[in-house]
């Protein structure tokens, strides 16, 4: 049964490598799925976990991605899942062996028998839009310690991947073009503004858009020149503090604040992040604010957003707003 399963994998590969339209990746685009067997499962679990440990406080913690670890048995249940990780041992003469073999291009296979750990990334190897990352060792104490040493690698290969994903589906049928082009003809820049985003309010320097199920915010401030003050994490804070105002009755959270300094679309930026609430409401969430000068309109900006989604896994919905406000730009040209 093994032989043949295994045999419909290889052709399968061949089909794709010949041209064969994949269908788009499943899941969810913050999952991980780890396939291992049970040994592997036992040793590795908290070390390829704690690669993707990086988050933000809701005000729970919640990691960006969430693992689901799955029996080596179940590739071809989740092999055309967007984010697999593959963990097999090659000196094992059978099911992950043969797996490897049909896997991997020949070149690949060979250096896995030849040598005791290799790690590979596959892009698109069985659905579009997918990333597969194979980690093959027969020494599971050396496979832990060089998952360790490649956790920021491992990371990365997986949220690149997320990035381009996400902004295609934020974009790929509807667009609010028309409040893209208002923005851009009053005020000399603009962004690509999301389907269901209409503009709350606008005033001199300032402008907030919104969308509900479930409720975000997107705003911009600006002024002319170069501000110092709003480029420093005491003049951030006070700017977002009467932005807040503007919002009616929303707070900053001193207590869990974070500060560094970044890049905003090639710009230096100031980011700061953390928790917000209403002064009137029980209500409260993630923000995150960027200060950034752009030479070529010689202003400083203020961009803030926010959600608010009590009870559920928010991440997702929350970067998706870091990349809505980073379609920024000062050199519009309408498509």
């Known amino acids: 049964m093994k032989k043949i399963l295994f045999a419909i994998l ?170 893209t082009r208002h923005i851009w003809k009053n005020y000399a820049w603009t962004f690509r503004v999301p389907n269901n985003y209409k503009i709350l309010e606008e005033k001199k320097n300032f402008i907030w858009l919104g969308r509900q199920n479930p409720f975000r915010w997107i705003s911009f401030y600006w002024e002319k020149g170069f501000n110092t003050d709003l480029m420093s994490m005491d003049g951030l804070l006070e700017q977002r503090n009467q932005m807040g105002a503007w919002y009616d009755s929303v707070g900053t959270d001193t207590s869990a604040l974070g500060f560094y300094y970044t890049t905003f679309n090639g710009r230096d930026a100031l980011k700061m992040y953390g928790l917000w609430f209403h002064k009137k409401q029980t209500k409260g969430g993630p923000f995150a604010s960027y200060a950034f000068y752009d030479e070529h309109t010689d202003r400083t900006f203020v961009v803030d957003y926010l959600i608010y989604y009590p009870g559920h896994r928010v991440t997702n919905l929350f970067r998706q707003l870091d990349i809505v406000v980073k379609t920024f730009t000062t050199r519009y040209k309408e498509k």
């Open 10 to 179: 290889a052709m399968i590969l061949l089909l794709y490598s010949c041209g064969f339209v994949k269908d788009p990746a499943k899941g969810a685009f913050d999952k991980v799925i780890v396939l291992a067997n049970e040994e592997m499962q036992d040793t590795l679990k908290n070390t390829v976990d704690d690669c993707f440990s990086y988050g933000i406080r809701t005000p729970a913690f919640q990691e960006f991605f969430y693992t689901q670890w799955e029996g080596i048995g179940k590739f071809e249940t989740f092999s055309e899942y967007k984010n697999v990780i593959l963990i097999a041992n090659p000196s094992e003469k059978g099911q992950e062996r043969n797996m490897l073999k049909a896997i991997l291009p020949e070149k690949n296979y060979q250096l896995v028998l030849q040598d005791s750990l290799h790690i590979f990334s596959l892009e698109d190897p069985f659905a579009k839009d997918q990333v597969m990352i194979i980690i093959a060792g027969s020494d599971i104490e050396q496979i832990r310690e060089n998952i360790k040493e490649q956790k920021d690698w491992i990371y990365t290969k997986i949220d690149k991947e997320y990035i381009d994903r996400v902004t295609d589906y934020i974009y790929k049928q509807y667009e609010n073009k028309g409040d």
